[in-house]
């Protein structure tokens, strides 16, 4: 423990963020540059190092988060990189990304604020790179064994990292252009600058992983025949089938799926050319209530749409934990993203979400087009629609940010290996992410569903684990989660 009088002392100070009128104007990152460090020690000194961390039980990579507090708080920040890259392959996505589920099971947040965990987090891993604390650490010897990893999400990279460190030649086979998963072409710039996945991808690439992209699994390159190729086979293709609104008018143009909107959108900032899908100068409705939902919102602002405006089918959660999810669960409570403070701003204060609202129809401009959104307020329970509550919203374009259903079914790597799904369609595996086929693995979303970042880096290292034993016959590789492992949620 740094100093044991500072979480008395020391308020909980956030990082910094750009002003609203600037952020908006590019695609960086929506934080000050640099901004953690003059306060960043005075914040992991407010860590009481309490004897039981719950916020340690509740990181799904079991983080050594009072460890690296005091270790910051003393700015020893070469150990504090030490500790923290012990159990995270990539603090810099995690610490800009993750929910932070760990600040709500702190002890303080009880009945005071959380320590800044996630800021502490990322100024060490910013911090380490910048020192060049983070190198590359490619094996001392090879095993002999080859894996081939398909797919290239945070789950993918975490698993072949751990693979290539524990010496198997990992090969990761991508069908999109460019390595990253939802990290590239799902989350925008303004929350995670393509250069740190590029830095990640580039150690990677030195400590001796390979790299094949533009391959679709399945279809372009049979799934058993790479079976056959490697001694092991990790499947981290993710979740990617979009929860549709089957509703009147869906058929209409100018109704998007985010996952259509989003990449092409990312696209355009690295250098691919305008986007085809474009909100500028329109009326936007975004139907959704998740990060899927805040991203479209936040590229939207910056395509210079015209209105914004985000319906939510929830009803509008309290600002406080609420009885029934009590402390350490990660509450739902109501949450200004970077993206909603940006909306506020440019429209006077008001929130750009309608709280309680089901989509009844889509109506059209008699042209086969888009021309607004019939709306009507969603019955607590049932979220019928409540009737004499109809309204419309003119929108030019409709973007549908409503989660995600599972692994794609025509993916042809069910029929080719032979893979069971569970009940939820996702790919089944036991508790030791083995499918049924021989030296098949799964991890990541698309074994456990449409999850976050941390859950899918935990499950690539628990997964490379189960593949290093089943290679070697043993493993020192930490297996952080189980399959059955579930946040802590109410
Ligand atoms: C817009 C958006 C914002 C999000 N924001 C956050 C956030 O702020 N914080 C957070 O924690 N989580 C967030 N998430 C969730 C998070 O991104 C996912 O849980 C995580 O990326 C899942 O990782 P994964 O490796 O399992 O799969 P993915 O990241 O989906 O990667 C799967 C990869 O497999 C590839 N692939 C699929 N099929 C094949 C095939 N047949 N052959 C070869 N390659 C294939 C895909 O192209 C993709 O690159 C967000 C999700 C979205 C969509
Ligand atoms: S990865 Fe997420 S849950 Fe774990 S310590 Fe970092 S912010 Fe907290």
Redesign the pocket.
């Known amino acids: 423990m740094g100093d044991p009088k500072a979480f008395l002392n020391n308020p909980r100070r956030l990082r910094e963020r750009r002003a609203v009128p600037d952020r908006i104007r590019d695609w960086a990152e929506v934080y000050r540059e640099r901004a953690l460090l003059p306060i960043i020690s005075g914040q992991a000194a407010r860590c009481m190092d309490c004897g039981v961390p719950f916020c340690h039980d509740a990181c799904p990579l079991g983080n050594l988060i009072p460890e690296w507090n005091t270790l910051v708080s003393a700015e020893d920040w070469r150990s504090a990189s030490a500790r923290l890259h012990a159990t995270n392959n990539f603090p810099e996505f995690t610490g800009r990304?993750?929910?932070a589920p760990c600040e709500s099971a702190c002890v303080l947040a009880i009945d005071s604020e959380a320590v800044t965990i996630k800021n502490i987090e990322l100024a060490i891993a910013d911090r380490a790179w910048e020192s060049g604390f983070e190198q590359p650490q490619p094996p001392e010897r090879l095993s002999g064994r080859t894996v081939a990893v398909?797919?290239?999400?945070?789950?993918?990279l975490a698993a072949a990292q751990q693979l290539t460190r524990a010496g198997h030649t990992t090969t990761v086979?991508?069908?999109?252009d460019r390595i990253?998963?939802?990290?590239r072409y799902?989350?925008p710039d303004f929350?995670l600058e393509k250069h740190r996945l590029d830095r990640r991808i580039d150690q990677m690439r030195t400590e001796g992983t390979r790299f094949r992209t533009g391959?679709?699994?399945?279809s372009e390159l049979r799934a058993d025949e790479l079976r056959s190729r490697y001694d092991a086979l990790v499947l981290?293709?993710?979740?990617?089938v979009c929860r549709e609104l089957p509703v009147p008018g869906r058929e209409l143009a100018g109704i998007h799926q985010?996952?259509e909107y989003?990449p092409q959108a990312n696209r355009a900032v690295a250098g691919d050319g305008s986007p085809a899908i474009s909100a500028e100068g329109r009326r936007v409705v975004i139907v959704g209530g998740g990060?899927?939902a805040a991203?479209c919102l936040g590229t939207a602002l910056r395509q210079q749409a015209a209105e914004v405006s985000q319906l939510d089918i929830n009803p509008c959660p309290p600002e406080r934990r609420a009885e029934g999810q009590p402390w350490p669960v990660h509450p739902k409570v109501y949450r200004v993203t970077t993206s909603h403070e940006e909306a506020r701003e440019l429209a006077g204060a008001r929130d750009p979400r309608r709280f309680a609202a089901t989509t009844v129809r889509f109506e059209g401009d008699g042209q086969g087009r888009v021309r607004a959104v019939r709306l009507a307020e969603a019955e607590l329970g049932t979220r019928r629609p409540r009737p004499g509550t109809e309204q419309a919203i003119e929108a030019e374009l409709v973007l549908l940010a409503l989660g995600f259903a599972g692994p794609?079914p025509g993916?042809g790597?069910v029929e080719q290996l032979g893979l069971g799904l569970d009940g939820a369609g996702n790919f089944a595996r036991d508790g030791g992410y083995a499918t049924g086929v021989d030296g098949v693995f799964v991890?990541?979303?698309?074994g456990r569903g449409?999850?976050?970042?941390?859950?899918?880096i935990a499950e690539g290292r628990s997964a490379a684990a189960a593949v290093d034993r089943y290679l070697t016959g043993s493993t020192e590789l930490l297996a952080p989660v189980s399959p059955a492992d579930r946040p802590l949620t109410a």
């Open positions: 990304l993750c929910p398909v797919g290239s999400g945070p789950a993918g086979y991508e069908r999109a990253g998963g939802l990290l799902g989350i929350r391959i679709a699994v399945g981290a293709v993710g979740a990617t985010a996952m989003l990060d899927t991203d794609e993916s790597l991890a990541g979303d698309a449409q999850s976050l970042i941390v859950w899918a």
